[in-house]
């Protein structure tokens, strides 16, 4: 099958990227500097003008920006565009509650739907298919970012919106959906709900999907293809600062996501020295828009920890560049005596354990000695007796033992029984003394 939306752009040989990124990122820079006060401001405090970005390498030269700067000039004082030129909104809230608004103008929404095409094409879907969204509409770009993609591609689509997993299920027999998207987590959530209500989710329609918006490991992918029956899943990566959506997927080869150069310059740095790291090594993305005119952005600091992999020419025919699956946010990195941990560390090994269900999550807390504790508190797929329980918790907690050097507990708690609260699963609660 033809995966590509857009074969020639998505085939283009590296030397014509570089160009169009060089022309491209020139074009933003003399855009922001006329008509974004904040980073006028920036440019003529490190000295620099636009026309001082002669080469891609001079990218080092341009100023960061932070999600505290977009807040600090929240709602609309990054435009670089009046607000008459711009059609739609979307934001983030974070966890200071000052949401991260973006505003798009027609043309972003054009290359929004382009990106985000790319990336459903790049998974499987076509126009035969019957496409459910089974994300909320609403400020959250998810939705309407996968919405206009999929439309793009003339599939069928059914914009079911908001939680309601039985009502979600129902429409999937009722339409047979063939194709599904949404948030990693929910995505298993949604077959055990199927279960639930007496539905084999292998018996519906949907053979693939497409899911992101927060870790999601290879342990995880492998669960949901399983308990759908799905003969493929892919990983979708993206944010609201840059578009939602749409910024890179992993291909058919499954060994890295492709980022749409045309549109999104990518740089990887230590988060502490700012400065950049090798090829293949670990750090945090930083990505310049290229193309946007309602808010462009330099060099903002994703937070997201991955690598940015080896410009080969991937099996696939593409030449974008490929990073890694995202490994979590620097922010939600924890540190318990003295070892640096990541959430996704700890989700590899439960996913790979079939008598574990489908929610976990950390609990942090300070013991009397003042040592930093870590229970792991995990849903196992069906009710368990009181020998099995224990059986299981000491299992993971030998096998989570060899990730993380330390000893945690692990606490196994009935299916169901951990709170969903928000769209994005919540796996890190901290309870220690500050
Ligand atoms: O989550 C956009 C999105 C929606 C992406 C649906 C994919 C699917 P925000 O709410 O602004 O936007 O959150 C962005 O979510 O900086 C990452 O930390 C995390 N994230 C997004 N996709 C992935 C992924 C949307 N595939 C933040 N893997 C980002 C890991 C992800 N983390």
Partial sequence: MDRFFDHKMETMPRRRIKELQIKRL?????????????????????????????????????????????????????????????????????????????????????????????????????????????????????????????????????PSGKGQSERQIHLMEYYGTTFISGVASYALRLGQVAHEIGVDPKKLRVRNGLFGAEM??????????????????????????????????????????????????????????????DVEEEGELVITTLTKEGMPLLRYRTRDIAKIYDTKICECGRTHVKHSPIKGRSDDMIIIRGTNIFPGQIESVLMKNPDVGGNWRMILTTAENNMDMLTVEVESRKKLGKKEKLLLEKKLQNEIKTVIVFTPHVTIVPPNTIPQNGLKAKRVIDHRKK
């Fill in 216 to 277: 999601f490991t290879h342990g995880l992918k492998k669960r949901i293809m399983e308990m759908w029956g799905m003969d493929d899943v892919h990983d979708i990566y993206g944010l609201t600062e840059m578009c939602g959506p749409g910024v890179s997927t992993d291909c058919d080869q499954h060994n890295g996501l492709h980022l749409w150069e045309d549109h999104f310059l990518v740089e990887c740095i230590d988060p502490k020295t700012l400065e950049p790291v």
């Fill in 26 to 158: 020139q074009e933003t820079v003399h855009r922001v500097y006329r008509n974004v006060p904040y980073y006028h401001k920036r440019f003529k405090e490190l000295d620099i003008t636009p026309s001082d970005i002669k080469s891609l390498e001079d990218i080092h030269r341009l100023p960061f920006t932070t999600k505290d700067d977009l807040r600090d000039n929240a709602p609309f004082g990054m435009l670089a565009t009046s607000l008459d030129n711009c059609i739609e909104l979307h934001a983030s809230s974070g966890t200071t509650g000052i949401p991260v608004t973006v505003c798009y103008t027609w043309h972003d929404i054009n290359v929004w739907s382009e990106v985000m095409a790319r990336c459903l094409s790049m998974s499987g879907l076509t126009k035969k298919d019957v496409f459910q969204n089974p994300i909320p509409y609403g400020t959250f770009t998810g939705a309407f970012g996968f919405h206009y993609g999929a439309q793009r591609i003339g599939a069928l689509v059914v």
